[in-house]
């Protein structure tokens, strides 16, 4: 499993936060129950927020250089040179 982008954790982060306020201060409970399933839920909509920001994607690069319509042609042999021996062809 990869590891988490900077902008997941703060994604993530605020959200636990600002929802376990914003809970917290509609519901007006005040009873053990209610706040740990307050903040049971923030964290669990800090996880879903954070898993769905969007991944930084990698770029492919190409390897053999770019791409041609044409056909390479083959290279022509070079010739080789007098030597003067004669066994040389």
Do not use: D, H, N, W
């Not at 600002?18 to 800090?46: D, K, P, R, V």
Request: aromatic share 2%.
């Amino acid at each position: 499993m990869p590891r988490p982008t900077a902008a997941q954790l703060a994604y993530g982060s605020c959200t636990v936060i600002f929802s376990t306020l914003a809970m917290l201060l509609l519901s007006q409970t005040s009873s053990g129950l209610g706040i740990a399933i307050i903040a049971a839920s923030a964290l669990a909509l800090g996880l879903l927020v954070a898993m769905t920001v969007p991944l930084p994607r990698t770029r492919v690069v190409a390897v053999g250089g770019p791409a041609t319509a044409e056909p390479q042609k083959a290279e022509e042999p070079v010739p080789v040179a007098a030597t003067g021996s004669s066994t040389a062809a």
